[in-house]
């Protein structure tokens, strides 16, 4: 594995603000994709409205009239001691009540363009912003499936309600059909395979459940890419001393001739944010035919320890070039980075 000597390829100082009154605070976790000659990638990107030792500022969207429009709400800490005010990326009760009271920050999808997959430049305007109250508190973690000419984008769409899927398509990344949620509350994490394998299209997708289990990868099945069902689990990360607490899926899987490659990500109790590889059966990727026992990548330089939230590393996309494997990853939760591996590799760093 080798990390991109230009890393991190994007931050915060090459992004604008989506409108006055708001801050970037971070461009990450970006879907990736081949687009003629040139790599695109889809980034989240968060903003806020600011905060203070006095008082966190929340952008939010609330419907006003026939559509929705962005509100600021201020919560002063000094009035608010029922309210956990800690984890810098929510604000939560600190009661027994469940639930997240709100978001810090405020995501949408904004396109990256290289013709090397090494210097970018982001759109000025983003490409797409939340619309509905399903996305009322942001768009986040894209991954886009090419299929037939067609790409389509999977992003986790979040509100009060929580985190739901929802899905669009594009030919050009010019214009975009929204095709609806496909998965409800609460689920996210969807990679959609790029092929159908025995007549039907499969995705991987983490729905969870607040007072039972723990997040696992499930896998399910669909005719049309829009109507998915006949779920079951798949992995849950049980036997790996690194990141027992958390797991999910990461880029979309693509096909070797061992079978399909799916990155994956893990964290521990500590919430360090690590990323495995697992390879499924060519025919039915409800098999898992081996995985990485050890991470593949960790946090280990500054740009990934030291951010918004340190100590991640977090995949949507990558782009297979030969028998290379070029991986764009978010780092600490406010930068995007690659890092590249051989096939080779990748294959030797997996167990049975």
């Known amino acids: 594995m080798m990390r ?50 006095r008082e966190v500022a929340v952008p939010v969207m609330r419907r006003r009239g026939a559509g929705l429009r962005m509100e600021v709400v201020r919560l002063l800490r000094s009035e608010h001691p029922e309210l956990d005010f800690s984890d810098g990326r929510t604000v939560l009760r600190r009661s027994g009540a469940r639930g997240v009271v709100c978001l810090t920050s405020f995501s949408h999808l904004r396109l990256a363009r290289s013709f090397d997959g090494v210097h ?22 894209p991954r886009v499936t090419r299929i037939a000419g067609n790409y389509y ?29 496909i998965f409800a509350p609460e689920n996210k994490d969807v990679a959609i395979f790029p092929a159908r394998i025995g007549g ?21 099945k669909s005719p049309d890419l829009v109507s998915w069902g006949r779920q079951r689990p798949l992995f ?8 027992g607490l958390k797991v999910g899926g990461g880029a979309v899987p693509f096909l070797t001739e061992k079978g399909w490659v799916e990155f994956y990500h893990a964290a521990d109790g500590r919430s360090r944010y690590r990323l495995g590889a697992m390879l499924l059966d060519r025919d039915d990727p409800e098999k898992i035919l081996a995985w990485t026992k050890e991470p593949l990548l960790r946090p280990e330089t500054e740009y990934e320890k030291r951010g918004f939230f340190g100590g ?12 290379r494997v ?27």
Request: contains cysteine; aromatic residues 10%; charged residues 25%.
């Open 236 to 243: 849950s990360g049980a036997g790996l001393g690194w990141g």
């Open 312 to 323: 991640t590393v977090f995949t949507c996309g990558c782009v297979r070039d030969g028998d």
């Open 4 to 53: 991109c000597a230009e890393n991190p390829l994007l931050t915060v100082r090459d992004v604008k603000p989506s409108r006055p009154g708001l801050c970037v605070r971070g461009i990450f976790n970006c879907g990736a994709c081949r687009f003629g000659d040139q790599i695109l990638l889809v980034c989240r990107v968060a903003e806020s409205a600011g905060d203070s030792p």
């Open 153 to 181: 984008i999977s992003y986790t769409a979040v509100s009060a309600r929580g985190p739901a899927v929802g899905l669009m398509r594009t030919r050009d990344f010019c214009r975009f059909e929204r095709l609806g949620l």
């Open 200 to 220: 039907l299209y499969y995705a991987l997708n983490r729905p969870v459940c607040p007072q039972f289990g723990a997040p696992q990868i499930w896998i399910c």
């Open 326 to 352: 070029l991986l764009y990853y978010g780092a600490a939760d406010d930068k995007i980075c690659r890092a590249d591996f051989t096939l080779d590799e990748i294959f030797r760093a997996l167990r049975h």
């Open 120 to 141: 970018f430049r982001v759109d000025e305007r983003p490409m797409a912003f939340p619309e509905t109250e399903e996305e009322s508190w942001g768009m986040e973690d």
